[in-house]
């Protein structure tokens, strides 16, 4: 199936047009800034930096990492079919792939713990939500996968293809 994939009219479009791979890419960069980026800021937050904020504003930036990560599961499913074959037997691209199922799920977790306690706090008036040190856990663990596993990985898919059988 990956061969028929890589032999197909949009993996030729997409390796011999002189802009679908960059503009394929140059949006997975958005999109990847735009979710790390929020959610390293969130994170910080958690961890206390910076304080004067309060941290139930923060969930409001949900819909912008929402769409932050649509934008790269889109952007980066249509650099996949570009050459699948190559990309399935990359390792750094698999790990990317497992990171990011990681991240999600750390990311769905920091929210229904961590941001949602913070808004239902704020709408009943009740004193700011202080982060536990298991929504700190997470939020560590979140900044340390999407910025060390999910980007190196990513940007090691062009070093560690495998080799040529």
Known sequence: MLEALSASKY?????????AYPTFLTA???GMAVVVGLTVMISLRVLGF???????????????????FVVNALSGTALFFGDPATLAANPSFIFKIVTIVIGI????????????????????????????????GLAVASILLWLIAVIVSGRLIAYLAPAPM
């Open 50 to 68: 910076p304080k004067q904020l309060p941290l139930a504003a923060y969930a409001k930036t949900v819909p912008f990492g929402i769409a932050g």
């Open 105 to 136: 799920v750390l990311l769905r977790q920091f929210y229904v713990r961590t941001l949602k306690r913070a808004v239902a706090c704020d709408v009943a008036g009740e004193p700011e939500y202080r982060p536990s040190a298991l929504d700190k």
């Open 11 to 19: 993996a030729s479009w997409m390796t011999t047009s002189k802009w």
């Open 28 to 30: 997975h960069g958005l």
